[in-house]
């Protein structure tokens, strides 16, 4: 069945345990309903979805993920290890038996969603509209479980709070829909490390919202790293709001999925508002994967920093879209975009464009994008100690990931990544066991 | 060990080198120097096999084998190593790799097994004291941000933990101040052996108080126009170079 018939059945089939006593949440879902119907599968003739055909997904069958799959084995190898605050979703749906959430500090909640749906309304849909796209209406419409990470002002979070995302394998593929809302008050600080991997064979469709709201002065680093199976539709938007004085950091590295899209979208809505985004993908085979940005600059003094690289090998494609929009009266503001890529591969393809939109005088921005070759000097510098050929063009490539890994203040994180990213370069780099 | 005969090298349709012989056999120091623009970089750059130059004629043999045929990463693994005049900032690939790569590369080309990793890291730390390096240094990117002197130390930390059988060292003394010039030559000094050989290609007679070597040449316009022991530095030193060129004329 399609996707809007799905949605109908799966909506029509939980309204009665949703409704009771949570009216809210049931007019909230059946309003997304009616925006998903209005507004269906993004296609080809949005400017925003030009490069990436999601025309297959409607031609699929979903069912409904129950969360039973064994996913022992699953769940502990693909753990990145950060065992303090760590929630596990299996197919979507949290598993108690599998997280951890013992000592959190006074002032935190942190909160498994289905359970705790009434205590997230009022941030739920606040942040991310219903309209963003067909698929945020989706989620708002259908979500499963998620989390709601909540701090009051001054919290501070010692330990980052790590969301484990885990697919397996199903008969037919299934509709995963998480929402993760995050809260942060005056002055708290957290960071936060949303996961998705799975099993080789998993197919489903993850279709993940994430909401951000930062007080004045509130600190929050987000983690997202993406290496579901090479089969899995991943499609995921993030939405952050931003008052005077926040700072937020997002890192997005995208590795797994047939076909994935992140949207990132942040609104810097308080003056000395700052963000920092760093991203990176790496495509193989036919993988697709797009990335899409934008922040917009609604006060005075806002900073944004964007830096993607994208390495692209075999017939994969990468979309970058980095929009900065600096509205009127949002003088003394600086917005920093950048986007590099790496093409391994005669027939591996970038559309990369950054896009800066000023309606203001006084700034500082800057923009670009680079499609690159390898420094030729570095180059002749490890070769001349004995490296072939190939293995030095393998430490370059991994050194321009490495520009975007660095800037992970998590060790075991850091480590991960590193270890996964070069463990997807071509194998005729043959960097396993140097790094 | 390294024999250069009748070397014709041209840059851009410019002859560079015109004609260059040199003979260094296993266990000798040489020297070679010379003013500005005689040639002595192309040498370094043909020697260790960058683009861009063009041999019209003349031989480079090393250990025998013609070195001309041989790429970049072959020289090295059989034994020839360069020292770079400005060694290159490589930002995002770790010392530790870059040793770890090279010296795997050289073992495998012996036919000898990589080293364990307890080894290596023993190996590396005991060639880093000697350089008076700290061991913080294997987690940086290569040469990124490093002073001058740290780079040239880099250099040879690298010649200690390969152990080249020719080294190749352009220009190793400059920038050095004088404390960093005391540690990079007893790092050279220590690679003294019957067995290796060691080449300086060099603007300033400074560096030949500290590394001595038994033979010295001079290079102008593209040729060795004289050679002689350690004594012909310290009157290339007191005297310049114009009286070799205009006894070289005659």
């Given at each position: 069945m399609s996707l809007a018939e799905f949605t109908d059945q799966w909506l029509s089939a939980i309204a009665p345990q949703i409704s009771e006593g949570s009216g809210w949440l049931t007019d909230l879902r059946q309003g997304a309903v009616e925006q998903f119907a209005t507004l269906g599968l993004p296609h080809a003739r949005l400017e925003n979805w030009k490069y990436t055909d999601v025309k297959a997904l409607a031609k699929r069958q979903f069912s409904l993920p129950n969360g039973q799959a064994d996913a022992v084995t699953l769940i502990k190898e693909s753990s990145l290890g950060l065992d303090g605050i760590r929630l596990v979703f299996v197919d979507g749906i949290f598993s108690e038996q599998a997280s951890t959430l013992n000592s959190l500090p006074q002032g935190v909640q942190v909160l498994p969603l289905a359970k705790n749906a009434n205590a997230a309304k009022p941030l739920l849909g606040q942040v991310a509209a219903a309209n963003f796209s067909g698929f945020t209406a989706l989620n708002l419409a259908g979500w499963q479980d998620g989390v709601l990470i909540d701090l009051a002002a001054n919290a501070r979070l010692e330990q980052p709070v790590y969301l484990q995302f885990v697919a397996t394998e199903q008969e037919n593929p299934v509709l995963v829909q998480p929402r993760i809302l995050i809260k942060a008050g005056t002055y708290a600080e957290a960071t936060v490390v949303e996961h998705y991997a799975g099993a080789d064979d998993a197919a489903s469709l993850t279709n993940a919202v994430t909401e951000v709201e930062l007080a004045d002065g509130a600190n929050i680093t987000h983690y997202k790293l993406q290496q579901e199976s090479s089969k899995q539709y991943h499609i995921a938007s993030m939405h952050v709001q931003q008052q005077r004085d926040s700072r937020f950091t997002s890192h997005n590295v995208c590795l797994g999925g047939k076909l994935a899209r992140q949207d990132i979208q942040v609104e810097l809505?308080?003056?000395?508002a700052e963000v920092n985004l760093n991203g990176l993908y790496l495509g193989n085979a036919r993988q697709h994967l797009d990335n899409h940005t934008l922040v917009n600059h609604n006060a005075p003094h806002t900073n944004s920093h964007e830096d993607y690289k994208g390495i692209l090998n075999d017939r994969s494609r990468g979309v970058f879209n980095g929009r900065a929009v600096v509205h009127k009266n949002a003088q003394k503001i600086e917005a920093h975009q950048s986007n590099a890529n790496l093409l391994l591969s005669d027939k591996a393809e970038i559309d990369t464009k950054p896009e800066l939109e000023i309606y203001a005088d006084d700034v500082k921005c800057s923009h670009g994008s680079t499609t690159g070759q390898l420094d030729e000097n570095a180059l002749f510098a490890l070769r001349s100690r004995g490296l072939g050929e190939e293995m030095a063009r393998g430490l370059l490539t991994l050194a321009f990931a490495n520009e975007v890994i660095d800037r992970i203040e998590i060790p075991a994180v850091h480590d991960r990544i590193e270890d996964a990213v070069a463990g997807r370069?071509?194998?005729?780099?043959?960097?396993k066991g140097l790094v | 060990m390294l024999e250069v005969k009748d070397l014709r090298v041209s840059v851009e349709d410019k002859e560079i080198l015109k004609g260059l012989n040199l003979t260094i056999n296993p266990g000798e120091v040489h020297a070679i120097m010379g003013p500005n623009g005689a040639g002595k970089s192309t040498l370094s750059a043909v020697i260790a096999g960058r683009d861009g130059y063009e041999v019209t004629s003349g031989s480079i043999t090393f250990e025998g084998e013609d070195l001309l045929e041989m790429d970049i990463e072959e020289r090295a693994r059989a034994g020839l190593l360069l020292g770079f005049q400005y060694p290159v900032e490589i930002p995002g690939v770790k010392n530790v790799y870059l040793l770890k790569a090279a010296l795997n590369a050289k073992r495998e080309h012996l036919g000898l097994p990589e080293l364990e990793a307890p080894e290596f890291m023993k190996l590396v730390r005991e060639k880093l004291q000697f350089m008076k390096m700290d061991s913080s240094f294997l987690h940086r990117s290569v040469n990124e941000g490093f002073s001058g002197g740290e780079k040239k130390r880099n250099e040879i930390l690298q010649m200690l933990i390969l152990e080249p059988k020719l080294a190749l060292l352009d220009e190793i003394d400059s920038g050095l101040d004088i404390d960093a010039l005391k540690i990079v030559s007893e790092g050279v000094n220590s690679l003294r052996d019957a067995g290796r050989s060691i080449v300086m290609v060099t603007h300033y007679q400074r560096l030949l108080d500290y590394i001595v070597p038994d033979h010295i040449h001079v290079l102008s316009d593209g040729k060795i126009i004289k050679s002689g022991d350690k004594s012909l530095a310290f009157e290339l030193e007191k005297r310049g170079y114009d009286w070799v060129i205009e006894e070289a004329a005659q």
């Open positions: 809505n308080g003056e000395g370069l071509p194998e005729k780099f043959n960097l | -």
